[in-house]
Structure formats: structure tokens, C-alpha cells
């Protein structure tokens, strides 16, 4: 398999880019990077953070698109992160919520260890997989402008799961940090939704 | 709401797949996802049939976890069925549920400790108990059909009342020999 050529884009920016107008779109990041790219966009109620628990961000998002079919659900991780979960795009793909994406902010390193190369670097790839476990849309992007259209893509409706990978520079900027007690932010969340704490 | 009905024949103690879905219907689960075991065959045949209930097919447990996180986030109740050898796989995800005070019950039919033809079973039954309660978990455990209903119920208002993480093991006493 070939390498792919690395991309210049900054995550910060992409992300940023990506959320500027995300509505009452409901978001779950992953743990390291794309958790403290989705706090550096602003801290949202309607965030929720994960500072463990990896390849479980994509999952996270099936049952709460499950739960809650009128909204739109984004789950926003890393590469190092959908690859322990690669299992679970299948599981999405039979499930086929249709409120559902998937973005990889993908700098093809396990960027909170020490920037080892992980497999999207390495010639594999989350689009095709996606697409053979039966998702409606996917795409690679490695531009800013890419992303944009992408935003305005993502706010329509989807007939199933979609995953789009969006190809970053490999660094790691200043940790913007959400709160890391889970219960705070868990209940804070389902409070946005309009669920009392127990 | 358009539930399947337990066919009436097969009630009784023997029947405690249908007590089961009786019980977590009543405690309004809307979500069930799996790895298929022989024993939990009629309680997902069951789920499956219920158009209120979404339910998820996994390719390994520990996807059930997060699911269920989801789905509480969302404002649902949810449940997980596995076998003793998944638990395993779940142990790390298990840290949402437990540092998140997710609600959380899973079923669990247990394999490797009764009439066992398959030695590969043994090692994960015996470190069933001991890795959930390691993880955080409380672990209720039956050995009788009417026991097992009994606590399910019990276990289902501790997860969802009381926000307690739960693992209900079903002894392999209960499900049977299974047949070759």
C-alpha cells in the first residue's frame, strides 16, 4: 500500500470551519485531539467530551441517534481513535441511522503518545471501509474549502451513516481542555436535551 | 405500542425469555444490542419483533457499551446481551460507564462452569465476576428462571433509578446443556 501525501491543513482551523454553523447539531468527540478541538471551538452543552473509552465516540453517537431521530448527531474523532473501533463501522452500517456522521480528523498519527504512525498513514483507509459497510456518503478532504462545503453538506438529510475523513497537518496545538468529570458533562448534556439529573 | 405476545404455551419458568421482555418492557427499554448467544436467542427474537425498540447486532460487546452512553445521553433506556466471553472484551470501555455514572445492565449468559464441552470457555468464565467487579460493576447473579426474573427487575430499577452500573450473570445451570 502507498503512503498518503501528507496534508498542510490545520486541524483547528478545519474543525472550526466544520462547526461554524452547526445549529442544534448534537457533537461527541473523541478522546486527545478532537476533544480539545471541539472545546477550542467554543464549550457547547450540547458537546460531549470523551477523555477515554476509545473507539467508542462513533457508538456513542448511534445510541443517541437512536434516541433522539429529530436532531442531527456529528461524532467528531481521530484516526488512532476510529481505528479501535473500525468493528463498530459495520455495526453503524447495518444500523443505518440516518442522523449520523462520522468525521476523522485524520493526521495520520497517534498524535497524544508521541506521533507514531498509525494505518491511515500507512495506506489504510476509513472511506472505503465505510463504503463497503454500506454508508450512504463519504469523502476524503485535505482543503479549508473542502471542509466548508463538507459543513454545508452535513446540514442536509442524509438517506444513512456518512463518513468523511479530513486529511490534517500532524501537530499538536496549545490543548484547549473541557472539563474532565464525565458526570458534569453527561448531565449537563441530557439537561440541553431536556432530561432532569436522577 | 405493538408487542409481540409470549406464545402462551410455552410459559411458565421455563419461559423466562418472555418474563424477561415482559419485565424490560415495563421498564421502558427502548434499546437492545447484542452478540448473539444460543441462550439469549428468544429474548432477541423478541426485541427484534418490537418495532418501539431499536435494536443493534455488534460485532464485538464492548460497542453495546458506548451505545448504551449514547442512548442514556439521549434520553433512552437501554439493554445489553452477551455471553461470558464477551465481558471480556468490554473492560476498558467500561471506564465510560463507570466514571460516567451511566446507567448501564447487561445480561449475561454464562458459559465454562456447568456441563461445559468447551474447554476454551473456562478461563473467561472463571474471570467473569472478578474483572466486572474490578471495572466497577455490581453483579447480581441467578441460578433459577424465577430468581433470574426477580432480579432483572431488581437490577433494572438500580441501573436506571439509581444510575448503577449492572451486570446480570444467568448461570449456564439455567440455560442448559448446550447440545452438540
Redesign the interface.
Known amino acids: 500500500m502507498s503512503m498518503s501525501v501528507p496534508s498542510q491543513l490545520d486541524r483547528r482551523a478545519a474543525v472550526a470551519a466544520l462547526l461554524k454553523n452547526r445549529g442544534d447539531t448534537l457533537v461527541v468527540s473523541g478522546l486527545g485531539s478532537p476533544t480539545y478541538d471541539l472545546h477550542a471551538t467554543g464549550d457547547r452543552d450540547d458537546n460531549f467530551y470523551l477523555w477515554g473509552a476509545m473507539g467508542g465516540a462513533a457508538l456513542i453517537g448511534l445510541g443517541l441517534a437512536q434516541a433522539q431521530p429529530s436532531k442531527r448527531i456529528l461524532a467528531l474523532t481521530g484516526d488512532g481513535e476510529q481505528l479501535m473501533g473500525l468493528g463498530g463501522i459495520a455495526t453503524i452500517g447495518v444500523a443505518r441511522p440516518r442522523n449520523l456522521d462520522i468525521v476523522v480528523i485524520d493526521n495520520q498519527h497517534f498524535g497524544e503518545t508521541g506521533m507514531q504512525a498509525s494505518h491511515t498513514g500507512r495506506g489504510v483507509d476509513l472511506t472505503a471501509i465505510a463504503v463497503a459497510c454500506g454508508f450512504t456518503a463519504t469523502g476524503t478532504l485535505r482543503t479549508l474549502e473542502d471542509v466548508q462545503r463538507l459543513a454545508a453538506q452535513i446540514a442536509e438529510r442524509a438517506d444513512g451513516p456518512r463518513l468523511f475523513v479530513i486529511k490534517v497537518l500532524a501537530e499538536n496545538p496549545p490543548r484547549s481542555l473541557p472539563s474532565r468529570d464525565a458526570v458534569f458533562i453527561k448531565n449537563r448534556f441530557r439537561a440541553h436535551l431536556g432530561f432532569a439529573a436522577a | 405500542m405493538h408487542s409481540p405476545q409470549p406464545n402462551p404455551d410455552t410459559r411458565g419458568s421455563d419461559d423466562w425469555p418472555s418474563e424477561l421482555y415482559r419485565v424490560l418492557k415495563a421498564a421502558d427499554v427502548?434499546?437492545m444490542s447484542y452478540v448473539p448467544d444460543a441462550g439469549h436467542s428468544q429474548l432477541i427474537r423478541l426485541f427484534s419483533a418490537d418495532p418501539d425498540v431499536?435494536t443493534?447486532?455488534?460485532?464485538?460487546e464492548?460497542?453495546g457499551?458506548?451505545?448504551?452512553?449514547?442512548?442514556?445521553?439521549?434520553?433512552?433506556r437501554?439493554v445489553l446481551l452477551m455471553q461470558s466471553s464477551g465481558v471480556g472484551n468490554c473492560i476498558?470501555?467500561l471506564?465510560?460507564s463507570a466514571?460516567?455514572?451511566?446507567p448501564l445492565l447487561m445480561l449475561v449468559t454464562m458459559r465454562g462452569e456447568w456441563a461445559e464441552f468447551n474447554p476454551w470457555q473456562v478461563p473467561m468464565s472463571r474471570a467473569t465476576q472478578p474483572s466486572l467487579e474490578a471495572i466497577g460493576l455490581k453483579v447480581m447473579r441467578a441460578e433459577t428462571a424465577e430468581d433470574l426474573v426477580e432480579t432483572v427487575e431488581s437490577a433494572a430499577s438500580l441501573a436506571y433509578?439509581?444510575?448503577q452500573q449492572i451486570a446480570v450473570l444467568i448461570g449456564q445451570r439455567l440455560i442448559g446443556k448446550k447440545k452438540w
Open positions: 427502548r434499546q431499536t443493534s447486532v455488534l460485532t464485538t464492548e460497542e457499551i458506548a451505545i448504551a452512553a449514547g442512548a442514556w445521553l439521549g434520553g433512552q437501554s476498558n470501555m471506564s465510560l466514571i460516567g455514572r451511566f433509578e439509581s444510575d
